[in-house]
């Protein structure tokens, strides 16, 4: 069974850094793409960036890039999101996601999650 447990959420102040991390277990996830979304209060679950076991491949949500970094340890089998120029508008809880195959930005599309992490902006 996949478990994923995120961690390195809480309280920043706008322009601040975090950087969160997934540790997942209960596979061989060389082929697997590993992503990491968000939710805001009333809003809908969204992509934040995506990125391949091998590594050879990411994808940010045009909101993200330039300040959000996604990366894995293959060693340690973790996810890492390092998050840069954090604004009050990145607010939401962050959840990290598994799923086996090809990239994908549906959440639809990812079978295993994390509980998530709060992350809030605000001075």
């Known amino acids: 069974q996949v478990q994923l447990v995120e961690s390195g959420g809480g309280l920043v102040q706008p322009g601040g850094s975090l950087r969160l991390s997934c540790a997942a277990s209960?596979?061989?996830?060389?082929?697997?793409?590993m992503a990491w979304f968000r939710q805001a209060p009333g809003k809908e679950r969204e992509i934040v960036a995506v990125?391949?076991?091998?590594?050879?491949?990411?994808y940010y949500a045009d909101s993200v890039k330039g300040r959000f970094t996604i990366s894995r340890d293959t060693a340690e089998n973790t996810v890492s999101l390092q998050m840069n120029s954090l604004k009050p508008e990145d607010t939401a809880v962050y959840y990290c996601a598994a799923r086996y195959g090809g990239s994908s930005s549906s959440r639809y599309d990812y079978a295993f999650w994390g509980q998530g992490t709060q992350v809030t902006v605000s001075s």
């Open positions: 990125v391949s076991w091998s590594g050879g491949s990411t």
């Open positions: 209960g596979r061989t996830f060389s082929s697997y793409f």
